[in-house]
């Protein structure tokens, strides 16, 4: 199921959410018509908190089903909503902002090509599956111009063939290129999506649904 929606008349939805295949985390105090959406297009509980004292819980939280990578500047308050059940760190690095630098889903992770060996290890073990270092379209923040489910990729529209076969090869699923919000590349930023569904910014135009539909193995 797909939905359309804004937040406070922001499209940017991929900002402020983070989701897996169980949970959502969402900003604090956010619309109900930004919340309801995400709970019945994604068919998951959401968590509502914000990350470091930032409303950009989006930015600041790559996670999967198995774990949960976000921000060192998290507050002791905010780790204590996160479920029980999934593994939590955080990065201890300059790349901390974790969902712009980790493009993620349950079988593999593409990291920002700047972070540490260790931080590479804590997201490989967290996640529990392979991470490596890469970028698409040239672009080192690979969290903010792609999306990934356990279907396929949906990805910025300037990536390169090299870019599309190394995501399709590490993800295990199609790869399509797109733009959502009306011809914004910054796909990560526009939308969070599962398996089972996807909250996308309102002006999203009709064909870019399409290829979304398509992309994440909606029809």
């Known amino acids: 199921m797909i939905s359309l929606a804004n937040l406070f008349g922001n499209p ?23 919340v309801e959406p995400i709970r019945e297009s994604l ?10 004292g930032s409303t950009i819980v989006g930015s600041l939280v790559a996670m999967n089903s198995n774990g949960i990578i976000l921000s060192n500047f998290a507050t ?9 059940d999934l593994e939590v760190a955080v990065m201890e690095e ?3 902002a974790a969902g712009n630098n980790i493009l993620v889903n ?25 991470a490596v270092r890469g970028t698409i379209a040239g672009i080192t923040t690979v969290g903010s111009v792609a999306l990934a489910n356990g279907k396929g990729v949906l990805c910025h529209p300037r990536a390169s063939e090299d870019d ?44 870019e ?5 398509d992309g994440l193995g909606y029809l």
Not at 43 to 52: D, L
Not at 76 to 84: A, G, I, V, W, Y
Not at 110 to 126: A, C, F, K, Q, W
Not at 166 to 193: D, E, K
Request: aromatic share 6%.
């Open 164 to 207: 599309v076969e190394h995501l399709r090869s590490l993800f295990s699923g199609q790869v399509t290129l797109a733009t959502l919000n009306y011809g914004i590349p910054w796909l990560g930023a526009c939308a969070v999506a599962n398996n089972s569904g996807c909250v996308v910014g309102e002006k999203t135009t009709p064909i």
């Open 43 to 52: 068919s998951v509980e959401v968590i509502e908190t914000n990350i470091s």
């Open 94 to 96: 300059k790349y901390n």
């Open 12 to 34: 940017y939805i991929g900002v402020y959410c983070s989701a897996s295949e169980r949970y959502a985390i969402l900003l604090k105090n956010a619309e109900k018509t930004l």
């Open 106 to 130: 349950d079988r593999a992770a593409l990291v920002n090509p700047g972070v540490s060996d260790e931080s590479l290890r804590v997201i490989s073990d967290t996640f529990g599956v392979e």
């Open 209 to 213: 649904l399409g290829k979304l539909e």
């Open 76 to 84: 002791e308050d905010e780790l204590s909503l996160l479920p029980d």
